[in-house]
């Protein structure tokens, strides 16, 4: 699943195409929202917003298209009038005078009005978007200490869209073996260094995935695997999808385990419990 960073660069993709720019045409191909699709044509696009994995794309009358892409949305941007070969399903058409913003196979889409905004399920119980450049470690550490945080296993945590959004499964492993934390332990366990080391990572590591379109390891690691030859896969990440290989760092093996439902791959000398 795409995590925060992902959807951010999608954003920004979608955005270039649509913000400032008139809707000539817009068409919602789902059931009960072709004439809520409908309103949003010959308006102007303001923004292009994400709330964790969620996508917010802002009109100037009010109207709001929400779209999260779960396991398979995907927006291709072209120029009109080309458009995607591909198998998927075409869910919502926004199209100007040149461009096209395309989001195929997702189905959790709506058209809300600014108060159905505010009081949204799923965008009201999210915590603060690790993508939000306003977003602070003091902030998170503050969180990390709050009585409902600070006892769950940071490994699930960490998943939790309610304490921070757009962590997802790979930042999880990443951020936890970066700060070199068992993901067993809980913020309570922690020391004060341990705390903030987890706080600057979690921010630190989203952002650097987002400029580097998915590569946490840092250009140290990376750029020595690159020369070598190691496909675009094998030289992203730390951990997550190395089980069995050597960690970057002490050289011991990468283990996978099953938490809250989904791997999580951890070096078991570099992150003791
Ligand atoms: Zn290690």
């Not at 913003?101 to 949204?120: F, N, P």
């Not at 757009?166 to 492993?173: D, E, F, P, Q, T």
């Not at 990376?222 to 970057?248: A, I, W």
Request: charged share 25%; aromatic share 6%.
């Amino acid at each position: 699943m795409p995590e925060g960073p992902e959807i951010r660069r999608a954003a920004d993709r979608v955005s270039r195409v649509l913000v400032g720019r008139v809707v000539e045409a817009a068409r919602v191909h789902l059931p009960g929202l072709e004439r809520a699709g409908r309103r949003l044509a010959g308006k102007t696009v303001s923004a292009v917003d994400t709330r964790g994995k969620a996508m917010l794309t802002r009109f100037d009358n009010g109207l709001t298209l929400y779209s999260h892409n779960q396991l398979y949305g995907h927006w291709y941007v072209m120029k009109r009038p080309r458009m995607p070969r591909t198998q998927r399903q075409l869910r919502v058409e926004l199209h100007t005078a040149t461009h096209s913003a395309l989001l195929y196979s997702a189905t959790d889409i709506e058209v809300l009005t600014d108060s159905q905004l505010t009081r949204h399920p799923f965008l009201s119980r999210l915590g603060p978007d690790v993508m939000d450049r306003a977003l602070t470690a003091s902030q998170l550490l503050e969180r990390l200490s709050r009585p409902e945080f600070e006892r769950r296993r940071t490994g699930s945590l960490l998943l939790d869209q309610g304490f921070l959004a757009g962590i997802g499964n790979y930042l999880r492993s990443e951020i936890l073996f970066v700060a070199r934390i068992h993901p067993a332990r809980r913020p309570a366990d922690l020391d004060a260094h341990e705390l903030e080391n987890l706080a600057n990572e979690s921010i630190r590591l989203a952002r650097r995935s987002y400029r580097t379109g998915g590569v946490t390891l840092p250009p140290s690691l990376e750029r020595p695997l690159k020369s070598s030859g190691c496909s675009f896969e094998q030289r992203r990440f730390h951990v997550f999808g190395r089980e069995g290989r050597p960690c970057h760092v002490c050289g011991d093996e990468i283990d996978r385990q099953t938490v809250s439902g989904r791997n999580l791959f951890l070096c078991r000398r570099c992150q003791p419990v």
